[in-house]
């Protein structure tokens, strides 16, 4: 099965970390992308831009209303994902639990519905 590995994580938390925290962080997710990938894990994945970066659309009576920025104010932000395959959820959760922002974030663990 496949899984959706939504990668939160707050600025304000992350501005916490010391450099040398922040400098380990880059290696540690290039760490975990090499071995989840070698064990055929990884499908795929991304670091997303900053939530500034974003663009809402809502389409309403036929009309799209186009935002700049992210569609709501929160706490942690979408920062990146990870799709992974594995046997169950579990596994899903065991790999999850490797990626870096875990420790000062949120990881979403999601199931895609098969096509």
């Known amino acids: 099965m496949q899984y959706m ?4 994580q707050s600025d304000a938390e992350f501005a916490k970390l010391s450099d040398a925290e922040k400098a ?8 975990f992308a090499r071995t989840t990938s070698q064990s055929g894990h990884l499908k ?5 831009k900053g939530p500034s970066s974003a663009t ?7 009309e799209s209303v186009v935002t700049d920025g992210p569609f709501a104010e929160t706490k942690e ?3 990146g994902y990870f799709v992974i395959e ?4 579990d596994e899903a959760l065991s790999i999850a639990a490797r990626i870096p ?4 974030g949120a990881i979403e663990v999601r199931p895609i519905v098969p096509r």
């Open 101 to 104: 922002s875990a420790r000062f």
């Open 24 to 31: 380990a962080i880059s290696p540690e997710y290039g760490k």
């Open 77 to 79: 932000q979408l920062v």
């Open 5 to 8: 590995l939504l990668i939160y």
């Open 44 to 48: 795929g994945g991304n670091e997303l």
């Open 56 to 62: 809402t659309l809502r389409v309403r009576n036929d």
């Open 86 to 89: 594995t046997k169950d959820l």
